[in-house]
């Protein structure tokens, strides 16, 4: 090995021993915590199936007749088949924004999340940033709601940001076609309104978790902002 070899590999060893000593990011650590759930999900599906079978499969062969052995070759096949099914089946169904408006308080800012996680593949990748850092906030936000009143002003403007205001910015830009999302109108593109729209909505929440954390409600009752965002999209 020349010496050039050795120096690249020991930068090669220097650089991974960095990467494995970075703490990770709050998003990194967000993303790490669904994924975790998401096997947790998936595990526990599989256990109920299978508890199923292995049940029924006892109570037939003592109140109907004993398995035998191709009784026992078809439970096996059976708990096979439930095992890949639900390993492979996705842990939950993706809430729709209708679903928002009424979703309970408390649950609004995860089931945004969750919402906001499916529309990635939809969303230019500068923005993902964003995206990461909304979903953050939306985690630090949940708790801080579930002792808030429901018909509080508060609690109005806080579902007015999360569960109409974010989905409305996505939605809008989704509908704008592919080729236009780059086009400049009104000295910006879509993606750059996108993305002003999207550190809004960032920024407001951070407020409004400060403004929670110092119980300041009439504060953030009215506050009396608005996104002053306008984006493209079918007829708009």
């Known amino acids: 090995m020349t010496d050039v070899d050795r120096l ?3 930068a090669s060893e220097l650089i991974e021993r960095t990467r494995a000593q970075r703490p990770a990011t709050p998003a990194e650590q967000r993303m790490r ?4 759930s998401e096997v947790v999900r998936r595990v526990a599906r599989i256990a109920i199936a299978d508890g199923a079978i292995l049940v029924g499969a006892i109570v ?3 109140a109907v007749a004993p398995l035998g052995i191709m009784g026992a070759f078809l439970v096996a096949l059976l708990l096979i088949a439930a095992t890949l099914l639900f390993a492979v089946l996705p842990a939950g169904g993706a809430p729709e924004v209708e679903q928002l408006a009424q979703v309970p308080l408390k649950a609004l800012p995860r089931t945004t999340e969750a919402w906001l996680d499916t529309q990635r593949k939809a969303l230019p990748a500068p923005v993902l940033g964003l995206v ?3 979903g953050v906030k939306l985690e630090i936000l949940a708790p801080q709601l579930a002792l ?4 509080s002003p508060a609690a109005m403007e806080v579902r007015k ?3 109409e205001q974010l989905p409305e910015l996505v939605k809008g830009y989704a509908r704008v076609p592919e080729p236009l999302r780059r086009v400049e109108r009104n000295g910006l593109t879509p993606d750059q309104q996108l993305a002003q729209g ?3 909505i960032d920024d407001e929440i951070a407020e409004m978790s ?3 954390a110092q119980g300041d409600l009439d504060l953030l009752a009215t506050r009396g902002r608005y996104l002053q965002i306008k984006y493209q999209g079918d007829g708009e």
Do not use: K, P, T
């Open 8 to 10: 690249s590999a020991r």
């Open 33 to 36: 915590r669904r994924r975790e």
């Open 60 to 62: 037939f062969a003592l």
């Open 132 to 134: 990461d850092s909304i």
């Open 148 to 151: 808030l009143d429901e018909q």
């Open 161 to 163: 940001l999360v569960g």
């Open 198 to 200: 999207l550190q809004v």
């Open 210 to 212: 400060a403004q929670l």
